[in-house]
């Protein structure tokens, strides 16, 4: 892989100015400068998503969104689809044919000057909130369904389970996404979560679930082995992306 030209040589010292972390969901694009532990230093900043829109508009307004906040030396953006490589590959929710093979990495970058970092939200999510110990899972419930596996700590590669089958010939994401909770209520789409739990259970075996996004706080009892998480944990997580072997992530997916 030829380095990119926007990777300052590794010679020469780079200080340590924070991580900016951007959160690109379904329904809103959030954004603040992390530290290498995931806090904030600095308030975070919010616009809708521009759903529908070529991905040049969106990495403008991501640009316009993040001119006010202070300089981070790193780049880190959690993506609601499949990414490998800064490239995305599948983006459901955000509704332009255009995002399929577009290479958000090498577009932000160059808008926003610097090196990027580019996985699904969910994977980004996930980072901030594992122990760092056997194979854990995180599931996102927002607009659609996102899932993440780390082993040991590592991100693993990236599975869209949220447009395999889920029930009655459909999705997860048609099922669980905020479309569906808004049309048969939290009581019908709370069971519908616990079932997709036990999907992922039987699935993969974790030894520990977490859930987060913004549909999270809906849910009430949960089984002793899974946690609810904090929606910040899609900013935090971009800090501890920084810190996974990326030759050996981007090479299985992400």
């Known amino acids: 892989m030829v380095p990119s030209p926007l990777v300052p040589p590794l010679s020469l010292p780079v200080i340590n ?61 959690g993506f609601p689809g499949m990414v490998r490589n800064g490239r995305v590959l599948t983006a459901a929710n955000l509704g332009h044919d255009a995002w399929h093979g577009y290479d958000l990495a090498q577009a932000l970058g160059q808008a926003l000057h610097g090196e990027v970092r580019v996985a699904n939200d969910a994977d980004v999510q996930g980072l901030a909130v594992i122990h760092g110990h056997g194979l854990e899972m995180v599931l996102t419930l927002g607009t659609g369904f996102g899932t993440a596996l780390y082993l040991d700590g590592r991100l693993c590669p990236h599975l869209e ?89 981007s090479a299985v997916g992400d």
């Open 17 to 77: 100015k924070g991580i900016l972390a951007i959160d690109i969901g379904g329904s809103g694009i959030k954004a603040a400068v992390v530290d290498d532990s995931g806090g904030l230093r600095c308030d975070r900043v919010r616009i809708d998503t521009p759903v529908g829109k070529h991905p040049d508009a969106v990495v403008a307004a991501i640009a316009a969104l993040v001119d006010t906040l202070p300089r981070g030396d790193r780049i880190a953006v």
């Open 161 to 249: 389970v949220a447009h395999q089958r889920f029930r009655k010939g459909e999705t997860y994401d048609e099922h669980l996404g905020e479309a569906a909770r808004e049309r048969i209520g939290n009581r019908r789409w709370r069971e519908r979560v616990a079932m997709a739990i036990e999907n992922m259970r039987a699935l993969v075996m974790f030894d520990h679930l977490f859930v987060g996004g913004g549909n999270a706080r809906h849910l009430r009892d949960v089984p002793k082995d899974v946690t609810v998480v904090d929606n910040k944990a899609g900013l935090a997580g971009g800090a501890f992306l920084w810190q996974q072997d990326w030759a050996r992530s």
